[in-house]
């Protein structure tokens, strides 16, 4: 999926040097929660985290909100409105909290530095020593309903009148209705003469007035972040960012966000269940966490498709085939479908994302640290790696295919697309004409009027049927051959 305008904007600024003169670049969480050391890095202004639940997202970015306080410290008193490790990591009679620490560096102007918190026995140290950063930390207590927030059911029980009320501005209105896709004719935050602390989201649409206390949640949730402040340069911490948000709602919020994150320098860390706001981000802004044998790793550059396979068993495949994108999948399901069927009905191919991700999958194959077989394919351009398959011809599966279909004059591609020869051979040939060969099938597509990967689809059965060296085939049907008796 392409990315939307706004992200791609917020790309370009990120380029600039100068940019982002703040940033959190990194944390390692030793002895809280499982965490053993790991560095979690921050390469892209708005990170996901994506993972099952318990494993270890909240304690990323609840350490990242601990890294920084709001002023400079004059001694051991807390400050109103900074986070502690204290506050998110208390021992208790279950948990003691020993020997624990959060390591983490940062830049500011042109410099980068490291810094940490710690406990060794009973008090956490180097609070003071922090550096000092606007944090926004939005954890789940903003999705329960107001009535059930701690003091709100008073207000309702008792008698009241608005007190006063911040009007949203014309700015924050659009993007409220943006986001929510309705038309929002005013919006405020209302404080009663009950309770001056307890902001009350009152919203008007389509004549009619109605408070937080019959809103849905998902407006209560996007009317409090939109009006919540946050100065330049911020730090914004977002627990489950999908929650209670339809997937058009996750999309446009997300895009919401990449234009503030572009216009005030923020950087904004969220977790996520969900593959809505994966696909709006790039891959670098994609991580990913597993548990393997107790041990917990953090991969950049998943893809969506990747990462909802490890938080869902819809699927039930005997053996899981991970390929580096859409491209890859469709080579391998037709390789498998045209000479191994029989292989083919018993695997499910997804992709995994950027070409690390796929070293590191197959670091993990050859140490059978998955529950089932799982296979690893690298393109054709990589170079191998531990328990990897690397598919056949030695570049990109787009220049393979292109380039040995075009010696055979584009074989029966015709036939399969029910286009005139000719037709197919200019459009495909003048493809071949482009520098940059991820453009060759939407060129050609376009030339020939039918979808991209129908096309794809078309000349990968093409390939197969009249290219595909025997030995290739033969060398990837026993790599996954190897992958069944890995678990026999």
């Known amino acids: 999926m392409a990315l939307s305008r706004e992200v791609r904007r917020l790309e370009r600024s990120w380029q600039n040097e100068s940019a982002w003169p703040k940033r959190l670049d990194w944390v390692e969480i030793e002895n809280i929660r499982g965490w053993q050391g790991q560095r979690i890095r921050f390469p892209f202004p708005i990170v996901a985290i994506a993972g099952e639940n318990g494993s ?52 500011e102007g042109k410099e980068i530095k490291e810094g940490s918190i710690r406990k060794h026995t009973e008090r956490w140290k180097g609070n003071v020593e922090r550096p000092v950063r606007p944090v926004q930390w939005l954890d789940l207590s903003r999705i329960v309903p107001i009535g059930g927030r701690v003091g709100y059911a008073k207000i309702a029980r008792s008698i009241h009148i608005e007190a006063t009320a911040v009007t949203f501005d014309e700015d924050r209105l659009g993007r409220l209705s943006s986001i929510l896709g309705h038309k929002y004719d005013n919006a405020k935050m209302a404080l009663t003469d009950v309770d001056p602390e307890r902001p009350i989201s009152v919203l008007h649409r389509a004549n009619a007035a109605y408070s937080g206390y019959h809103q849905g949640q998902g407006e209560i949730t996007i009317a409090e972040l939109i009006q919540a402040d946050l100065p330049k340069y911020s730090l914004v911490l977002i627990d489950e960012i999908e929650s209670s948000l339809h997937p058009r709602a996750q999309r446009r919020l997300i895009r919401d966000l990449a234009t503030v994150c572009r216009e005030r320098e ?15 981000l790039p891959r670098e802004a994609r991580l990913q966490i597993f548990e393997q044998d107790g041990v917990r790793q953090a991969m950049i550059g998943v893809s969506p498709e990747f990462a909802l396979s490890r938080m869902d068993d819809v699927t039930h495949p005997e053996c899981e085939l991970y390929v580096e994108d859409d491209v890859a999948q469709t080579l391998v399901r037709e390789i498998l479908s045209q000479r191994a069927p029989d292989i083919g009905s018993r695997v499910f191919v997804t992709p995994y994302g950027a070409a690390s991700v796929g070293y ?129």
């Open 266 to 280: 923020l950087q904004i860390i969220l977790t996520t269940h969900s593959p809505y706001v994966l696909e709006e």
């Open 56 to 107: 270890g997202k909240s304690t990323i970015i609840q350490a990242c909100a601990a890294v920084y306080q709001g002023h400079l410290s004059k001694g051991s008193v807390k400050q109103k409105g900074t986070k502690y490790a204290s506050d998110f990591f208390p021992s208790t009679f279950w948990d003691q909290i020993t020997n624990a620490a959060v390591k983490f560096g940062y830049t």
């Open 360 to 488: 590191q999958l197959g670091q993990m194959v050859d140490g059978k640290r998955f529950p089932r077989p799982v296979g690893v394919f690298l393109d054709g351009d990589c170079k191998p790696g531990v328990g990897c398959c690397v598919l056949p011809g030695e570049d990109a599966p787009e220049r393979v295919i292109f380039e040995d279909l075009a010696k055979i004059n584009w074989g029966d591609l015709w036939v399969l697309l029910l286009r005139d020869t000719s037709i197919v051979s200019d459009a495909c040939n003048s493809s071949l004409a482009l520098s940059e060969h991820h453009d060759w099938i939407p060129e050609a597509a376009k030339r020939l009027m039918i979808g991209g990967n129908i096309l794809w689809h078309a000349m990968c059965a093409a390939w197969v049927k009249r290219c595909m060296v025997q030995a290739d085939f033969e060398r990837i049907r026993q790599y996954i051959e190897d992958r069944f008796a890995d678990y026999d």
